[in-house]
């Protein structure tokens, strides 16, 4: 197998610099250059009269800079709906509570995501929901353990697949073992200190982006390549039954008054013909814009075919920003993520997108108006 050679005198021990580097990527407190990337956006939107952000993800980011860093980017909107959506952590941002949820659909057999909002009165009765979520959340973060016990305790099927697709020799085999060998220490060794929100994939592409600047970009590339391959593989044999059903979530959610909305369904497109009592489908977001037109003409014709009394499916825009990626050095940012921002929602404006929302007598501020009304009801 060819490939970059990756280095052989590598330290097996963790190190200070390696326990320097888990302590900067498991923490949740920011450094001032930290919050200054944060507050000071690089571009600001001054036309922008509405504002609308019901899928984004806080993460380590305290909400108070975040909202900073909205009201400097949109210095005019006068009517806004911003609620946050943490994967299967319950937010609040004002008036109003949110979270992205992994459920299960067993009538098509696939992992999806529900986008949950609520109004804060809502939550007192809340109970059951957030144990639901409590047990999705450590369920999904079980697949950081999966992923590291894959390549420490090697599954030779995974790991030679993952090698041989992405042309990983032996020495890069090595070498990401070793490196993962001492975030597993390095997670045993502190565990019960280190914050559940670290406890996710990234952790591992996040240690790894730390040796940049001692292995170069060319070998963290190649071997975030082959990281990647791996995870892809534990994905795919995750099991989700484990997961709730779609169905269940949805029940427990409309009996707390709850909004709902299905992210991305161009990802688990079966879930157009489920038929799940929800508020409306997000037709774009920057990683799934693909069928914006052709989702929005097919809500246009079934909301013409609602029975009276039924509500309206609402159309919706997502950013899906995680705002932790904007808290890193340049260098080492993911382009496509560290891009996305809050209530940056450019097809709202594109001429062919509005011929279609025109159709359905569609637009943003209708949305946020009709939408807030419904999670207040």
């Known amino acids: 197998m060819g490939g970059s050679k990756a280095p052989e005198n590598i330290p097996e021990e963790v190190t200070e610099d390696d326990e320097a580097i888990f302590s900067r990527i498991t923490s949740i407190e920011l450094n001032p250059e930290q919050q200054e990337r944060i507050t000071s956006p690089s571009a600001t939107y001054p036309l922008e009269k509405s504002l609308l952000g019901i899928h984004w993800h806080p993460e380590s980011v305290p909400l108070e800079l975040i909202l900073r860093r909205v009201s400097e980017m949109f210095p005019r909107a006068c009517e806004s709906l911003l609620i946050p959506t943490q994967h299967n952590v319950?937010?609040?941002c004002n008036e109003f509570s949110g979270v992205e949820v992994d459920c299960y659909s067993s009538g098509f057999n696939q992992?999806?995501?529900l986008l949950i909002h609520f109004k804060n009165e809502n939550?007192?009765?809340a109970d059951v929901f957030k144990s639901m979520l409590r047990h999705t959340f450590?369920?999904?973060?079980?697949?950081?353990?999966?992923?590291?016990?894959?390549?420490?305790?090697?599954?030779?099927?995974?790991?030679?697949?993952?090698a041989e697709d992405t042309g990983s020799g032996q020495s890069m085999v090595h070498f990401v073992q070793i490196i993962v060998k001492k975030i597993k220490t390095l997670l045993d060794r502190h565990a019960g200190d280190i914050p559940e929100d670290a406890l996710k994939n990234k952790l591992i592409r996040?240690?790894?982006?730390?040796?940049?600047?001692?292995?170069?970009?060319?070998?963290?590339?190649?071997?975030?390549?082959y990281l990647t391959a791996i995870k892809q593989i534990v994905k795919?044999?995750?099991?989700?039954?484990?997961?709730?059903?779609?169905?269940?979530v949805i029940e427990e959610a409309r009996s707390l008054n709850a909004g709902i909305v299905i992210p991305h369904p161009e990802q688990f497109w079966p879930i157009l013909l489920a038929n799940y009592d929800v508020d409306g489908y997000e037709v774009w977001n920057?990683?799934?814009?693909?069928?914006?037109?052709?989702?929005?003409?097919v809500l246009n014709e079934n909301n013409k075919n609602r029975r009276p009394?039924?509500?309206?499916?609402?159309?919706?825009?997502?950013?899906?920003?995680?705002?932790s990626e904007k808290i890193k050095p340049p260098g080492i940012q993911d382009p496509a993520k560290a891009g996305r921002e809050i209530g940056l929602q450019p097809a709202w404006n594109d001429f062919s997108v509005c011929k279609q929302l025109i159709c359905g007598n569609i637009d943003k501020a209708g949305v946020i108006l009709e939408y807030r009304n419904r999670l207040l009801g």
């Open 90 to 92: 319950l937010m609040s």
């Open 111 to 113: 992992k999806v995501q």
């Open 123 to 125: 939550l007192a009765h």
């Open 138 to 162: 450590k369920y999904r973060s079980s697949q950081l353990f999966d992923y590291i016990h894959a390549i420490t305790s090697p599954n030779e099927e995974w790991i030679s697949k993952a």
């Open 206 to 225: 996040n240690f790894f982006d730390e040796y940049r600047p001692v292995y170069g970009d060319r070998l963290i590339n190649r071997a975030q390549l």
């Open 236 to 248: 795919s044999h995750f099991s989700n039954q484990y997961f709730y059903e779609t169905a269940e």
């Open 286 to 297: 920057p990683q799934s814009r693909r069928y914006t037109e052709f989702l929005i003409s």
């Open 309 to 323: 009394g039924q509500k309206q499916l609402l159309i919706f825009m997502g950013d899906d920003t995680h705002m």
